[in-house]
Antibody
Framework: QVQLQQWGAGLLKPSETLSLTCGVY????????WTWIRQSPGKGLEWIGE???????NYNPSLKSRVTISVATSKNQFSLKLSSVTAADTALYYC??????????????????WGQGTMVTVSS | DIVMTQSPDSLAVSLGERATINCKSS????????????LAWYQQKPGQPPKLLIY???GRESGVPDRFSGSGSGTDFTLTISSLQAEDVAVYYC?????????FGQGTRVEIK
């Protein structure tokens, strides 16, 4: 059973760069897109972007200028960087995997396994 | 972006009664070539990540009680809890995965009356 475990700094100052990593345990990254999502009281659930094992990415246009998602296949990890953070980036950040990963199909997909979440607070 | 709009924002239902949550997308999420609706429903309890309940609009995820059902097609979808249990108190979200950016509804809070 695949599990996602995420880690990274939880307190940032404005203008700093958010950096989070998600480890995939119980399987490999290959063949699927792996996702970052955030949740804030003001904006609800917001899809940040996704990456596959080859490094192909899709980003939310609302964040695209500040987001970088990368993958380290040898470590079975993928990472999120969000630059120039402000208080509006304060949120609970999740990594998530597609349902097809467990059930053996590849398509645009719902998210069935989520990381535990990392609360990121941006404050001076 | 595809905008997902849920109604109502909150809902109070007596134990054992039916709860119905609606979700409307700003454009169709039905992929004609495979006749699948790219629509999911999630349940979120405090301090937990969202839990997938329904995929392809009506497919119930393994382990999800059969009192949960999803229906609808195109732009209009419904999540029904046929007989509300105390453990169903949560916030429920719909989400489209037809296109990027993936988008979620604003959530519907379900409480016990």
């Amino acid at each position: 059973q695949v599990q996602l475990q995420q880690w990274g700094a939880g307190l940032l100052k404005p203008s700093e760069t958010l950096s989070l990593t998600c480890g995939v345990y119980g399987g490999s990254l290959s063949g699927y897109f792996w996702t970052w999502i955030r949740q804030s009281p003001g904006k609800g659930l917001e899809w940040i972007g996704e990456i596959n094992h080859s490094g192909i990415t899709n980003y939310n246009p609302s964040l695209k200028s500040r987001v970088t998602i990368s993958v380290a296949t040898s470590k079975n990890q993928f990472s999120l960087k969000l630059s120039s953070v402000t208080a509006a980036d304060t949120a609970l950040y999740y990594c998530a995997s597609p349902r097809g990963y467990r059930y053996g199909y590849s398509d645009n997909d719902a998210f069935d396994i989520w990381g535990q979440g990392t609360m990121v607070t941006v404050s001076s | 972006d595809i905008v997902m709009t849920q109604s109502p924002d909150s809902l109070a239902v007596s134990l054992g009664e039916r709860a119905t949550i609606n979700c409307k997308s700003s454009q169709s999420v039905l992929f004609n070539s495979n006749n699948k609706n790219y629509l999911a429903w999630y349940q979120q309890k405090p301090g937990q990540p969202p839990k997938l309940l329904i995929y392809w609009a009506s497919g119930r995820e393994s382990g999800v009680p059969d009192r949960f059902s999803g229906s609808g097609s195109g732009t209009d979808f419904t999540l029904t809890i046929s007989s509300l249990q105390a453990e169903d108190v949560a916030v429920y979200y719909c989400q489209q995965y037809y296109d990027t950016p993936r988008t979620f509804g604003q959530g519907t809070r379900v409480e016990i009356k």
